[in-house]
């Protein structure tokens, strides 16, 4: 247990595994939008990225005992809700249409704020042309404020690689939002 | 026309680099790219429907009592008893990296070793890789940090080689070639990590300096 006095999620993980299938649901809920932000801007809507999270959760519940490092589950999840997105991306290899975008972007009020979703959802537009691969390591960085050298940590690469990626990432988005 | 940002522009979209230091000529350059790319981010917390929960566990639930579902977590789960199933299935698949991996640092023999309170056997990993200009291990066992553990060339012929003392267990690893190209080990035993990649896996037993 923590200083909270929650159990831990090594402990939670070795119940799960000792058979007390309730105890998953600590984790779910735990975990249930830790990584939602991260998949609804790779896959381009809430739905999706609740689909994705969904399915994630099952699996890692499957395979609960290939997780090596029980008290680093959250790592281990992030990895199976991102191989998630990635397949989805592979499987429909869609262009998102503006309905999807918007349930990303914020709600507006105002004159201004109708302005900025006008950028915000640009933007996404945009991001959603990107490799799954660009897009991945812009929205860690820039939307979950990773520095490269985590970023490198949590996807086995290197940070060199990560800047290449991300560099032409930049001059992608350039393309796509000075277009005429 | 294809139009690129400056370097430059893109240091300071990094976060490596102040506005105030690039050159006049560029700072709106600058300016336009922050305006597009990270003012224009949407950083809103993503809730997800309260009902994912219940179906989550109502799926989780419907497996935990389909028989094929309990004997697969049965035998992936890494305890103890587990092993005893495991590990005659992991000593069939790694007879190679035996052969291999069990070569000793220098002496003739694997070494066990003192590692803080665990007691270690040396391994040495070897990869060839004749066009490679840096070779790193990265595994379970230097937190996958492909900086922490470079190989050394040796010789000509294209061979890259390390030694380090592991612990009792079973480890996950890869070669990271050039900084950039993640490759197994193509002598050992892999799995799948999960999302996409492959990993070697390398058992190593300490009671007898066995490497499986």
Known sequence: ????????????????????????????????????????????????AEDAVQDAMVRAYTHLGQCREPENFAGWFFLILRNRCFAERRRSRWETGLEGVSEVAAPEQTESELERSEVVKDLQRALLRLTAEQREVFVLKHVEGLAYDEIAARLKTSVAALKMRMHRAYDRLRELLEAP | M?????????????????????????????????????????????????????????????????????????LSAPTVPRWAVMVPIAAAAGILLLARTSTPPAIGEPRTALTGQ???????????????????LAGTFNRWDPAATPLVRVGSDGMWTVTIALPSGQHQYGFMVDGRNWVPD???????????????????????????
């Open chain 1, 1 to 48: 247990m923590d200083h909270s006095g929650a159990p831990s999620d090594g402990s939670v993980v070795r119940a799960v595994l000792a058979g007390d299938t309730d105890q998953f649901s600590v984790l779910v809920r735990r975990y249930r939008d830790r990584y939602a932000r991260y998949a609804a801007h790779m896959l381009g809507s809430i739905d999706a």
């Open chain 2, 186 to 212: 193509p002598v050992a035993p892999a799995v799948d990590d999960g999302f996409g990649r492959r990993n070697s896996v390398v058992s190593v037993n300490t009671m007898n300096g066995r490497i499986l």
């Open chain 2, 118 to 136: 665990r007691e270690s056997v040396y391994v040495r990993f070897e990869l060839y890789a004749p066009h490679a200009s840096r070779v790193a």
């Open chain 2, 2 to 74: 294809k139009r690129e940002w400056n370097p430059l522009v893109k240091q300071v979209l990094d976060g490596e680099r102040e506005l105030e230091t690039l050159p006049a000529d560029l700072r709106l350059e600058a300016e336009t790219a922050r305006r597009l790319l990270l003012d224009a981010i949407d950083r809103q917390a993503v809730t997800l429907s309260a009902s994912l929960d219940a179906r989550v566990m109502a799926r989780v639930r419907s497996r935990a009592t389909a028989p094929w579902s309990r004997a697969w977590r049965w």
